[in-house]
């Protein structure tokens, strides 16, 4: 897939590119408005990342001529203007998502693959961990044919997102940040990611051993797979 | 009380004491005034007479040595001559009273003895005092009806005078001082007075007002530009940590310590976002157009935040006696006021310790309490639990920077939600939320 990435921080620009090519994105980078426009004019891109914070070029000008000369790729606003009218105006005028800075390379991910889900139809996403059915879709896990229903929504979004970004080791700040970012709360270092796997590998283990998900030591979590 | 109504209410009454003392007075001074008119009339006409009596004889009036007397028709007056031993000596003006006809009458007696010829005259001019006194009464009526007319024409005058001139001072405590956010900024509209206190004192608040509100303006400008600024460089590193992390050539204990600059730099966004978070609702940058029911708020944070309650075994119970919907509030923001809240209550609660949560209206306003089973809050502290980077001493041992209640503060004065804190060290503390009637609408009991 082909990313334009419209971003006037040199080094973070680069670190988008770095990551999104190592999961086999296509990118190409504009470090100013001016650049951008001519470039979405002439290419056809899957995704858009958008600063809106350009220092030549109105951002949400920008969103505009986007939606117009490449209507079938979807908008990511990436900004640290936090201001909420922002937010509001860039999803009224086509943005598919919105990301504040600062945000996990992570995160950037798992959007823009519920984006890609959502657009070019794949309609049921179903992973099979040991007989274990999740359904990331439905938001469903079945074991074999029982409905496993004691995992919360908190759970399931855990499970979701450690395998959206499966045989990778995730820290308990970047789980953190995908499940309680949007709390603005004063706490830096409470980790309720740990009690969270506890519940999970309790609820699962009464079905089957949860071997996959793998607790790797001093660093964080991972779903093994190799499906 | 207002000025005004001191100052009208203190002339209505200095005027009456005046007026009352006039009037009471009065009867004292007409009859003053009369007697001294009605004497000055007796010594002229005494003095005509001895005049005449010096022109034209005494035999004008006496022969014979037969005495003179003569009165009118009414009585009112009358004059009398006699002759007297040669050594009377007499020259007065005093109230007798005579027998006339029958009649006894009071009169104002000039008596005065004087000698014509080789004898000894005493001449007698008297004024009935009935009618000097009979003007009396009439005058003193009059007197009181235009007096009180007076009276009541200057209270008004008073009144209305007092209300023009003070006018400006309550404009501006009407628009400057009551009812102002403090502080707002405002273009300056002056007060018109010619009066230059009230000039000086409108120019007086503005100015403050206007000092008050640049330094508010420049400290939420500040953490607002300053948390921007920040939001990118953090942006970058947290990118490069992450990428870092990735990368197969890294060993373990790197990673670990990779981890560990992650953390700190989570420390870092959390604190830049908070302080961003707060100036944003400063700045009236969230709109209020949510509606959700407190239970369902209520069971939003306790989804989110149960997982917390597990470590330390805290048990937590939601009452929510009476359900209200609430109207025109930010869901985001209220949703994180509870949030911090219960936090707080679960963060500084002893093990197996207890959360109430309680939503009921209390009397006209409906309220949320939060009752924890804590370490409390020292009396000297809780003035101070409010301020940003405040840390209690208590709370030293606690992973956080001192900007829960902060956020907490911020979104209930956004909303004007009142709180309030009753804490004992060692027992624990109660935040109750009273919501104002604009966001619950009025109590179905009142």
Redesign the interface.
């Known amino acids: 897939m082909n990313v334009l990435i419209i971003e006037d921080e040199k080094a973070l620009a680069h670190e988008l590119e770095f990551f999104l090519v190592k999961n086999n994105y296509i990118c190409e980078i504009c470090y100013d408005g001016a650049s951008a426009s001519e470039k979405i004019a002439v290419n056809l891109y899957d995704f858009i990342l958008l600063d809106l914070g350009l220092p030549d070029y109105e951002g949400l000008d920008l969103l505009r001529e986007a939606k117009k000369a490449n209507p079938e790729a979807a908008c990511i606003i990436l900004t640290a203007r936090a201001e909420v009218t922002d937010r509001v105006k860039g999803l009224d005028l086509g943005a598919d998502d919105y990301l504040a800075k600062p945000f996990s390379l992570l995160e950037l991910q798992s959007r823009m693959q519920a984006i890609t889900r959502r657009k070019f139809g794949i309609t049921q996403t179903v992973i099979d961990l040991d007989g274990f059915l999740v359904n990331i879709t439905d938001r469903t896990i079945l074991y074999q044919v029982n409905p496993v229903n004691a995992i919360t929504k908190k759970e399931f979004d855990l499970i979701a997102y450690l395998l959206l970004h499966k045989n990778r080791t995730l820290t308990r700040a970047q789980l953190s940040e995908h499940i309680w970012g949007s709390v603005i709360n004063d706490d830096y270092d409470s980790n309720f990611i740990d009690a969270h796997i506890k519940n999970i590998r309790k609820k699962l283990s009464a079905f089957a051993p949860v071997d996959w998900l793998e607790t790797v030591r001093g660093l964080g979590y991972r779903i093994k797979t190799n499906v | 009380m207002k000025l005004k109504t001191k100052l009208t209410l203190f002339n209505a009454i200095s005027k009456l004491v005046i007026v009352t003392l006039f009037i009471l007075l009065l009867p004292n001074i007409i009859e003053k005034i009369n007697k001294s008119y009605t004497d000055n009339r007796l010594v002229k006409q005494k003095d005509k007479l001895l005049q005449i009596v010096r022109d034209k004889g005494i035999k004008t009036y006496i022969e014979n040595g037969e005495s003179y007397g003569s009165y009118l028709p009414l009585k009112e007056e009358y004059i009398s001559l006699d002759e007297v031993e040669p050594t009377y000596h007499l020259d007065t003006i005093k109230d007798e009273q005579r027998l006339v006809e029958r009649d006894t009458i009071d009169y104002r007696i000039l008596s005065h003895t004087f000698k014509a010829g080789k004898k000894n005259y005493l001449l007698e001019i008297g004024k009935s005092t009935e009618t000097i006194g009979e003007t009396t009464g009439p005058l003193q009526n009059i007197a009181f009806q235009i007096l009180l007319g007076m009276i009541l024409l200057t209270i008004l005058a008073d009144q209305i005078y007092s209300n023009y001139i003070l006018r400006p001072l309550s404009i501006i405590i009407r628009t400057k001082l009551i009812g102002n956010k403090f502080p707002k900024v405002t273009v300056y509209k002056g007060v018109k007075t010619s009066t230059s206190d009230f000039q000086h004192l409108d120019i007086s608040i503005h100015k403050m007002v206007e000092t008050i509100e640049t330094a508010f303006q420049k400290e939420r400008e500040f953490i607002s530009n300053a948390s921007?600024e920040l939001?990118?460089p953090?942006?970058?590193?947290?990118?490069?940590i992450?990428?870092m992390?990735?990368q197969d050539d890294i060993a373990?204990e790197l990673?670990?310590r990779l981890?560990e600059m992650?953390?700190i730099l989570?420390?870092l966004?959390?604190?830049t976002?908070?302080l961003?978070?707060i100036s944003?609702i400063e700045n009236d940058?969230?709109?209020k157009e949510d509606i959700i029911s407190v239970n369902d708020l209520l069971q939003d944070v306790y989804?989110?935040i149960s997982?917390?309650l597990?470590?330390r075994n805290i048990s937590m119970a939601i009452l929510v006696i009476d359900n209200v919907e609430l109207l025109g509030v930010n869901k985001?923001l209220l949703?994180?006021l509870l949030?911090?809240l219960i936090?707080n209550a679960i963060?500084y609660n002893r093990t197996d310790g207890e959360i109430t949560v309680t939503g009921q209206w209390i009397k006209n306003n409906y309220t949320i309490k939060i009752t924890d089973t804590g370490i409390g809050i020292a009396t000297e502290e809780l003035p101070y639990i409010f301020n940003r980077f405040k840390k209690m001493k208590q709370s030293l041992s606690q992973?956080?920077?001192?900007?829960?209640l902060p956020?907490v503060k911020s979104i209930a004065a956004f909303h004007q939600i009142g709180i309030d804190v009753v804490s004992e060290q060692g027992v624990g503390s109660t935040f109750t939320l009273t919501f104002p009637v604009k966001l619950t609408g009025s109590s179905p009991a009142g």
Request: hydrophobic share 35%.
């Open positions: 921007h939001m990118t953090i942006s970058i590193l947290q990118s490069k992450e990428n992390f990735e373990d990673k670990v981890l992650q953390k989570n420390r966004k959390s604190i976002k908070t961003l978070l944003q940058q969230f709109l989804e989110e997982i917390r597990q470590d985001f949703f994180n949030f911090n936090n963060k992973d956080s920077f001192g900007l829960g956020i």
